[in-house]
């Protein structure tokens, strides 16, 4: 799941939060996460920053982004961020994975792709013809109103490897198992480990008063609320981190939600993932795709 970071006022409470040995730390895996498959994951893009000849990766469209913080985190010396293809010409992502952009250089859209350091087969680049961030949405914080959809300048064609999400019914609020992806942080600590090749990892839904307890005990209670959904698990060792935002969380097919923060170090226990609950919003992206 913003580029996930801690609210530089929630450090002392983060910090006394433990977090476990995870054996897959400095393997580049999601945290307690494992490689994806070929072409597992054709929903998910990554954002882009173009300046000259040189792209890096910046944001997973219908990706998510997992920790929460006034401060960004830097993610060795990048942000990283995804997306989720709505269809052949929309994008959806966090608005901080926009709004938090370098402003230099251009965004581009790199779809179908597995391993971030390699060119494949399948995978497709496409400009950006215009940006819609949420209206309520305040750069800067960890508040509500976390999404943004980006029209591209050409459709997608579709291939095994580039394929559009399921949306939620409106006003549904998920529950039980969900998946997340992402080429965010996968270490446990305060040195960044950024992956090439795209993550998974099983998580549970945590119920709305499950999740806003475990917030007030960190004193991050008054940044939740119902536009969003959580994930664990509180046991910790599972979890989305810096640079996972934007992207999606998956049910099957269909994105429940977007990941937008969390706290560092990621998957201490007690720390829930925070994301935009995607029913919330129904209305909101067809209103957009449609005018």
Known sequence: MKTLVV?????????????????????GRIVGGVDALPGEFPQICSLQWVLLTASTHMCGEAKWSLVASCTRTPTNN????????????????????L??????GRLEVLCGKLNLAI???????????????????????????????????????????IQPVTLP??????????????WGNTATGQIPNNPDILQKAPVPIIAYAQCRAALEALNAGHVFSDDKICT????????AC???SGSPVLQGNTQVGIVSWGFIPCGGAGAP??????????????????N
């Open 232 to 239: 664990g698990p509180l046991t910790g060792g599972i979890s």
């Open 99 to 104: 709004t938090e952009s370098p402003n230099i």
């Open 119 to 161: 060119t494949e087969p399948n995978q497709a680049r496409v400009g950006i013809a215009n940006q819609v961030i949420h209206d309520e949405w305040v750069a800067g914080g960890v508040g509500p109103y976390d999404i943004a959809l980006i029209r591209l300048s050409a459709p997608l064609i579709y291939n095994p490897w």
């Open 273 to 290: 993932s925070v994301h935009m609950r995607v029913s919330h919003f129904i209305g909101w992206i067809n209103t957009i795709i449609a």
């Open 7 to 27: 609210l530089s006022t929630l450090l002392a409470a983060a910090l006394a939060v433990p977090t476990l040995p995870l054996s897959s730390v400095g393997s």
């Open 169 to 182: 019914t409106p006003g549904t609020h998920p529950t039980g198992a969900a998946t997340i992806i992402g």
């Open 242 to 244: 810096s640079g996972d």
């Open 78 to 97: 990048k942000n990283t961020y995804s997306l989720s293809i709505i269809n052949n010409n929309w994008v959806l992502t966090a608005a901080h994975c």
